[in-house]
């Protein structure tokens, strides 16, 4: 066991994110943020929503949609005012039936047929009459030229509609819902659900400046006080994912070479969901391979079979027999007959993985503070949505620990909170936002 915890040591040492290297990452990231905003190389794509911070005030039924996969969700958000809200009627729907009567996401389908099925479900939640505006929540990557603008570069996540690429996803679901005979549902603003999940948060704090995705994907956006487009407040989308300013070790570099885009998306592939459980594979079957820590399985060998679920059980479990690690070694891996000591390997690889996603999160979000108020002379909070955030143990208090770290005492100007299901409270508040200023 002694080469297993050499090579351990030597790991801890690789994944270990010191309070030096998150300012550092801090100051990286930062430059990168002031690169993209004047249109300057930059791995952060600083897109421009063109929607600023809510007053709080907005009032008035606002219709929302919430498009970031194959199941989508239609809302109608009622505002109250003074940070108050409260959802009327609601329907969530697939777009492919599993039963194969409709499949609105193949190639065959058309984005006519797609929005005319959206506009469908939006009828149900309607009157006659009254004026709604409406916000969608659009999670695929797009070319803004405008608040309601939002031009699709490529369909993701399994979804192949014909004749949507190249189009203003806005414009579409409007020419839908005249076809639908509801007309009176105005399209006012097309966001992606970071900027919905800051824009929900905000309606009820108005400190709330900046907003991030912890979840199977990352991504963090902010609101920009003087944005050099408007020379107004705007939230910008920074699409953090794909930040290069990291320092990746042979583990990193090993899942980066052999993922789809290769060198795109860094922090992702360090931070998120999606990967996390993928990072602690490759270090194990290391251990395994080459510090005998067990006999060798084919399936250590799997790409992606360890699971972001898999990773919250395996630090969760506080069991003198490490019983849940076993299991899930024994039923991913066919690692079977481990020791205490293999067992211990395994659960400190995953706390280690994990925390160094919290940390270097928390650096950029500290890069991020830097620019929009280098003294952190006012409050600041931070509103988070996702799986890795609300549920992964310990995340949230890494989190917070790494801010403390690189703060010190002026931390107490951040809050840090979760902000569930934002996108499509958030698209419903920048409908209303934009809907009130004209």
Known sequence: MDKLHTALTIIEEQLSISAGLMHDVAARF?????????GQPSSLKMLPSFVGSPTGREQGKVVA???GGTNVRVLLVELNGAGRFNIVDRRSFPLKDKYGSYDYTSSSAT??????FIASKIAEIVSPGDIYPLGHTFSFPCRQYGVNEAVLISWTKEIKTAGVEGHNVGRLLQD???RKGIGHVKSQAVINDTTGTLLAAAYIDATTDIAAICGTGHNSCYLELCHPLTSRPMVVN?????????????????????SEKPDAQKLEKMA?????????????????????MAKDSDRVHIPYSLLTEDLSVIIADDSPELAAVAKIATDRWGL???????????????????????????ATWAGTLMHIDPGLARRHTIAVD???YEKMPGYADNLSKAMAEIFGDRACQVVIRLSKDGSGVGAAIAAATVYNLK
């Open 30 to 38: 930062q430059a990168a943020m002031a690169a993209g905003l004047t």
């Open 65 to 67: 949609v919430d498009f």
């Open 111 to 116: 984005g006519p047929e797609l929005f005319d």
């Open 176 to 178: 839908a819902l005249e």
């Open 238 to 258: 920074m699409e953090s994912g794909n930040f290069d300013g990291v320092p990746q070790t042979k583990y990193d570099v090993l899942l980066d070479q052999s």
């Open 272 to 292: 998120s969901g999606q990967y996390l459980g993928e990072v602690v594979r490759l270090i194990v079957r290391e251990l395994v391979t080459e510090a005998d």
């Open 336 to 362: 079977t007959e481990l020791s205490i000591s293999a067992l211990t390997a395994i659960k400190t690889v995953a706390i280690l993985v994990a925390t160094r996603s919290a940390r270097l999160v928390a």
């Open 386 to 388: 996702g799986s890795l």
